[in-house]
């Protein structure tokens, strides 16, 4: 088991993009939470699971939903800490 900790910046505040990313995480199996930064224009990303589940998400995130314009996503890796039972959406 894996962590992602991704910060996706661009257009993704205003564009359902937390939404987006709870559907990929979900269907993933994906744990962890999705919430808007207060900078306006990013999104903050904490994920937990398998090392190809986090990669799939990964992709997502640089994609985004149809409104979004990511400009850049930096991502990090560590070890699974176990702390989250699901995905959802903070504010």
Do not use: C, K
Not at 6 to 20: E, I, L
Not at 23 to 31: K, M, N, Q, S
Not at 43 to 67: F, K, N, Y
Request: proline residues 3%; charged residues 20%.
């Amino acid at each position: 088991m894996s962590r992602l900790a991704a910060t996706v910046y661009g257009r993704v505040q205003g564009v359902a993009f937390r939404y987006f990313v709870q559907i990929h995480a979900r269907r993933l199996g994906v744990t962890g939470y999705a919430r808007n930064r207060a900078d306006g224009y990013s999104v903050e990303v904490r994920a937990e699971g398998g090392q190809a589940d986090l990669e799939a998400l990964l992709a997502q995130l640089r994609i985004g939903p149809p409104h979004s314009r990511v400009v850049r996503v930096d991502a990090d890796w560590a070890p699974a800490t176990g702390e989250f039972t699901s995905f959802t959406i903070r504010t």
